[in-house]
């Protein structure tokens, strides 16, 4: 079976997987992985090797590469006087954002019957909102910040006091997101975030507040990866996640207590088992004296957080990838019906 990297994508996080994926090639080199980008138009196509370089997307050259069709059991190539197929795949789902992350490409990977390293259905819609993710954690005992969702229809925000945090409802890598300390400032930035989405979510904003970040998985058990405490400003901004996830060295062990290590890793079992299965995840943690609360769930992390783990290409080949389940049709049912035959 061999691993086909799937990324680009139809959402604002589309040169975030690109860069992902690039930086995925360099830490899977040896694996010879198959490459496969989808564009704004919702074409895929097989990229080569030293085309996964930055200009060869941005430049549109990736057009002259062979298109893909997806179809039952893999993607197929057709050209002039030669058809091929590339079947037996373990994909691995590398588009951020819609697309990737709302469980649209595993959906159509999975009625293919094309086996998917991917947050499944349930996953991606509790990941992707950020409100339901607040209701998933508060539903497993798992602590969250107090928060308010908001519409552009009513902007009105009822019980968060100043500061806070605006985030968009359903995007992630830190994009639209604003820090009001003041009332002058919110119109401006529920307008930045509202460029995005249709709903927000305000939270407390906690100034110097320690962040901590935990990747895993499961192969025959939970692979739980180093807990990394990532430099930041005043709020972990798009440039300190995003400049710096192309980096294929190991991330530094945060200067932890046994106990927050413990903390920090039941919440993220909790978390993870049994909705998570099949992909591989990050979840964002705040301490806040001494206790454990989950800032969010990043369910495909940039390069998926390959330096977080010593072991990430081994791991990576041996994901546990649930069974969809097979169902063989009798027509006993409709037979038994007079007016259907």
């Given amino acids: 079976m061999k ?5 680009g994508g139809t959402s604002y996080e589309h040169e975030i997987s690109i860069v992902s994926a690039i ?3 360099k830490v899977l080199e040896g694996e010879t992985p198959l490459f496969i980008f989808l564009d704004f138009k919702h074409e895929f196509y097989l990229i080569p090797s030293n085309g996964m370089i930055a200009s060869h997307f941005s430049s549109g050259e990736y057009k002259k590469e062979k298109k893909l069709n997806l179809i039952h059991g893999g993607f197929e190539y057709k050209g002039l006087f030669l058809k091929k197929l590339f079947a037996d795949l373990r994909i691995v789902n590398l588009i951020h954002g819609a697309t990737g992350e709302d469980g ?8 293919n019957n094309i086996k998917t390293i991917s947050p499944r259905r349930e996953a991606s819609i509790l990941s992707y909102n950020k409100g339901l993710t607040k209701m998933y954690a508060n539903s497993i005992g798992v602590k969250v910040l107090d928060y308010e969702i908001i519409s552009r229809a009513d902007r009105k925000i009822k019980k968060i006091a100043y500061p806070l ?8 890598s830190s994009i639209g997101v604003s820090v009001v300390k003041e009332h002058k400032d919110l119109e401006y930035a529920l307008d930045v975030a509202f460029g995005y989405d249709n709903e927000a979510i305000i939270e407390p904003f906690i100034e110097g507040v320690r962040e901590l970040n935990l990747a895993g998985t499961f192969t025959n058990r939970l692979q739980i990866s180093t807990i990394e405490e990532p430099k930041k400003g005043a709020i972990l901004d798009f440039d300190a996640k995003y400049l710096d996830f192309g980096r294929e060295g190991s991330a530094k062990s945060a200067d932890i207590s046994k ?3 413990k903390q920090m890793i039941e919440a993220f079992e909790k978390i993870y ?11 964002d943690f705040f301490i806040i004296n001494d206790e454990v609360y989950l800032n969010e769930i990043n369910s495909i992390p940039g390069s998926l957080a390959n330096y977080l783990f010593d072991n990430f290409v081994e791991i990576l080949k041996n994901i546990y990838l649930p069974e969809m389940k097979k169902i ?3 027509y006993k049912y409709i037979n038994k019906i007079q007016k259907a035959k």
């Fill in 23 to 25: 930086t995925l090639k």
């Fill in 104 to 111: 649209t490409i595993f959906s159509m990977l999975e009625f």
């Fill in 3 to 7: 691993l086909a990297i799937l990324f």
């Fill in 259 to 261: 106990d927050l290590r």
């Fill in 165 to 172: 945090i605006v985030k968009p409802l359903n995007l992630g």
């Fill in 273 to 283: 088992i049994p909705h998570f299965k099949g992909s591989l995840i990050r979840c």
């Fill in 328 to 330: 063989s049709p009798s």
